[in-house]
């Protein structure tokens, strides 16, 4: 007897990308207040989300608080956020006031497409393509060409 291979049930289709939701980037701010932890901060945004938009709009603004993004010295972040809902989210972030003990005002600075350009924006972060065109240049070897008599030739 042959033996069969077992039938896998069929994975489902993914959706194509003009179907899925668009996503934006909500760079914010945390203003005021001492130190603040990135688990007090993290509870308190959820909190306010939730109190103010409640679980079936916090469901359906598909909010992901990114936690790689958080810049402790600079008290900066990104939320990502259906493109649907950037608004509602942002008025969601001025409902909160408090992070733990600590009063705090959560104020948005921007919003973008993608973390990279949002990183770029708000967050004053350079990529290696920034730094084409800038190098100094370097003025002695220049003076020393200016100096000296011009010589006909190839250029190569």
């Keep these: 007897m042959a033996d069969f291979p077992e039938?896998?049930?069929?994975?489902?289709?993914?959706?194509?990308?003009t179907l899925r939701d668009k996503k934006r980037y909500l760079a914010f701010y945390v203003e005021r207040g001492?130190?603040?932890?990135?688990?007090?901060?993290l509870n308190a945004i959820w909190q306010g989300i939730l109190?103010?938009?409640g679980e079936l709009g916090t469901a359906k603004?598909?909010?992901?608080i990114l936690k790689t993004t958080w810049d402790e010295q600079r008290r900066m972040g990104l939320i990502k956020c259906n493109n649907t809902s950037v608004e509602e989210v942002r008025a969601a972030l001025s409902v909160v006031n408090r992070v733990g003990d600590v009063p705090v005002t959560v104020t948005v600075v921007g919003v973008s497409g993608t973390i990279k350009g949002a990183k770029k924006k708000f967050f004053g972060e350079r990529d290696l393509m920034s730094f084409a065109g800038t190098a100094p240049v370097q003025t002695a070897e220049i003076e020393e060409e200016e100096g000296g008599e011009e010589e006909e030739g190839?250029?190569?």
Aim: glycine content about 10%.
């Design 7 to 17: 039938k896998t049930e069929p994975r489902p289709n993914r959706l194509s990308p």
């Design 34 to 41: 001492g130190d603040v932890q990135f688990m007090d901060l």
């Design 154 to 156: 190839e250029l190569f």
């Design 61 to 64: 603004a598909g909010i992901w």
């Design 51 to 53: 109190g103010f938009l």
